[in-house]
């Protein structure tokens, strides 16, 4: 699986980033002028340009293995969108993207901490732990940040996950977002985020997000999520400026779309 590389500091990006979402509409004219038109969701285009500087050789020369082996824009590659959140429907936890344990129950409709209805209530009413997560199509050795938004009626833990790694933290009374950073196996193809809930507990969630990157963004709710496998280089060839000694910048240009 080729896949677009993270920089050294576990980032996959610099800023500025931009991000485009393009859309087209198939448009049906009559031999009397009229006109029938018709969103096609599968002629959508995202675009993304990456700005790079202060890049070290070791980042520079993996930014050009990468454009060789991706042949420029001949072959797709797995891209982590770094503008968006990798889980799908991560605001909605009946969907079946989520895996669930057997006696963990969830409950929508709870207030979420920015003012809406968006939280969930998960309850386990088992003797042991119950998890839920998701698993993501992207390589088990990036460095992820796994965050959520989380809140108990009485003062419990929960478990986060990537991969094997495993981080219990405190859930209070009030809403409080935790975050935890870590890697899966460098050698598999996929890797489970998710929660852990102990024996008992019935904890609030709200805002679940995971991120090719060593620290939270603001939450962004998803829908799609942010895994593309099926990504392509706008360019054949990498440009890049020598700045000085171990320090380059470059740009590189990405674009995703569902027909291709």
Request: proline residues 4%; contains cysteine.
């Amino acid at each position: 699986m080729l896949v677009y590389p993270q920089l050294t500091t576990g980032a996959l990006s610099q800023f500025p980033i931009q991000k485009r979402w393009r859309q087209r509409t198939v448009v049906n004219t009559a031999a009397d002028g009229s006109a029938i038109k018709l969103a096609d969701p599968s002629g959508a285009l995202t675009e993304w340009q990456l700005q790079y500087a202060g890049l070290s050789d070791g980042e520079l020369a993996a930014l050009q293995q990468f454009f060789a082996a991706a042949e420029g824009t001949l072959n797709g590659f797995t891209f982590l969108d770094p503008a968006g959140n990798l889980f799908a429907w991560s605001d909605d936890l009946e969907n079946a993207v989520w895996s669930l344990g057997s006696f963990l129950a969830k409950t929508g409709g709870v207030a979420d901490p920015t003012g809406g209805n968006n939280a969930w209530l998960l309850t386990n009413s088992g003797t042991g732990a119950q998890s839920i997560t998701q698993t993501l199509a992207a390589p088990g050795g990036y460095v992820f940040c796994l965050s959520a938004w989380v809140q108990a009626a009485a003062a419990t833990t929960v478990t986060m996950l990537i991969g094997a790694n495993r981080s219990t933290q405190p859930v209070q009374t009030g809403w409080n977002r935790m975050a935890f950073t870590g890697s899966g196996a460098a050698s598999s193809a996929s890797i489970v985020l998710g929660l852990e809930l102990p024996a008992g507990a019935a904890i609030n969630v709200y805002g679940l997000q995971a991120e090719p990157q060593g620290a939270p963004s603001k939450y962004k709710a998803s829908t799609t999520g942010g895994v593309y496998e099926a990504a392509r280089l706008r360019d054949d060839a990498l440009t890049f400026t020598t700045e000085n000694v171990n320090n380059h910048s470059a740009t590189v240009n990405i674009l995703y779309a569902s027909h291709l």
